[in-house]
Structure formats: structure tokens, C-alpha cells
């Protein structure tokens, strides 16, 4: 990756929840501009930890994380809105409004840039219901607009998920294990759309995934975490074979295989 501007930063990162559990064991990992990158570990590995605290869902105990150069730990107010706009996340159970049409969900995803009560109202502008329309288009599913959320199968609900959240025009995409509920064939077409947007929008993308064959084959970067420790972090190119004994030391063949 030539690209070598830091658009998400951790800085000696630990996170201790309340019952006293580590989470995450003093990070240290820049992520740059454009880069794709995916987290592998076993499960309780820490990945939800980390990818919650890059858009603070959950505060960190100590140390520092900057988005795009801004603090994300100690920002306030307006200013923590700001920095949020930037970062958009995924989930593995989609988070949508299942009663609501996939239009209305999809303009959910703007709702940053609107006051609280035209949202409410739904006074969404004209221009932000073709983009709502372009981003659905983006993700193969523009017949659906009008469909209801619960009428879609889980690929299609994820795919809707990333069109929304394409809404908040991000630089940054999370996505927390996206695929695990899904089939291999959607899998396929939610990790594909991710690829796409990372290379036609120019979007980071931070992912992840317990399997590792999706990693090697998606990444441009793997990242391992193990016991809340980075215990890997290589380029694509430079990924061996094996190499995963490192993070899932020797354990879980089945997830390496996944
Ligand atoms: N709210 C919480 N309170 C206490 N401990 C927690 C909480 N959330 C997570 N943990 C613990 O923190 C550690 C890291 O969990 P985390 O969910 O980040 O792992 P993960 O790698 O994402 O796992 P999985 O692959 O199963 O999602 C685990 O030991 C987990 O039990």
C-alpha cells in the first residue's frame, strides 16, 4: 500500500471493562487512507472492542485515538458529531428498521446532517432521496427501494445496511463480522460491495472476519489480535501460509478454515 496517510490512529489503547476484564492490552496501529484492512482472532480476541472504540460506542481507559488527526477520546458535543460523520459502521445483524421501507432506512443514514425533528418528520430533501436511490443502485438492489426491510433476505439486508451507511458519505467503513449470519453466496456479494467501495470511493475499510481464507482474499492488510494484545499486522503480500498459528495459536482449525 503506497498510501501512508494515518486515518485512524491508536495510541497506547486499553480498554478494562467494569467486571475488570482487558479487552484491549496497549495498542499501538495506524491505519491509512485507502487501506482494506481485516482483524482476525479467535473469538473474545478483542475485535469488537477495538472497532467500538475507533467510533466510541464504548469509551477506551486509556489512550488516544484520532480520526482523519481529531481526537475521538476526548471529543465533545458537536465536535465528537463531527468526527462520528466520518465513520460509519455495519453490523452482523444488519440494524435495520424492519417494518420501514428500505428507502426510509437507507435515509436513516443521514440523519447527522439533519435536525432532530425534520428526521422524525421524515423531511428528507429531494437530493438526498435520489443519492438514497444511487446508493442502493451501488449495492445491485435498486428494485427495492420501496420493498419493506423484512422482506429482504439477510444479504439483501446487509447490502442495504452499507447503503445507508454510503448516506453519511464516510471516509471511514467498520464493519463488525458482517458476513457471520450469512450464506457463502452473499457472503460473497456483502464482502464484494465492501471492495467496491473501498476501491471506487476510495474509503477505508476496517473489517472483522473469523475467517481467514475471506481475510487473504479481501485484505490488503491483516490485522491479529489475540487476549486483547496486536499480536500481527502484515500487508497482503506478505502473508504466509501458517502464519495464523501466531493469533489462533494452533487452536481452532476450523475457523482458520472457515
Ligand atoms: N460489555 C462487556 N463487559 C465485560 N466484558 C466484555 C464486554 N464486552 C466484551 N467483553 C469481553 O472483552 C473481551 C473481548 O471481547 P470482544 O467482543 O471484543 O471480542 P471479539 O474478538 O470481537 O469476539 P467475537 O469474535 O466473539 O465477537 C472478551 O473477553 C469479552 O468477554
Known sequence: MQEGTPIIEFNDVNKVYPN?????????LTINKGEFVVIVGLSGAGKSTLLRAANRLHDVSSGEILIDGQSIVTAKGKQLREV?????????????????TVEKNILNGRVGYYPTWKTIFGLFSAADKQQAAANLQRVN??????????????????????????????KIMLADEPIASLDPRTTVMVMDDLKKLNEELGITVVVNL????????????????RAGKLVYDKQIGDVQDGDFDEIYDGKNQEVKEA
Open 20 to 28: 475488570g476484564t482487558v479487552g484491549l492490552d496497549n495498542i499501538n
Open 84 to 100: 462520528r460523520r466520518n465513520i460509519a459502521m455495519i453490523f452482523q445483524n444488519f440494524n435495520l428498521v424492519k417494518r420501514s
Open 141 to 170: 438492489l435498486g428494485e427495492k427501494l420501496y420493498s419493506r426491510a423484512d422482506e429482504l433476505s439477510g444479504g439483501q439486508q446487509q447490502r442495504v445496511a452499507i447503503a445507508r451507511a454510503l448516506m453519511q458519505e464516510p
Open 210 to 225: 473469523h475467517s481467514v481464507s475471506l481475510a487473504k482474499q479481501y485484505a490488503s492488510r491483516v490485522v491479529g489480535l
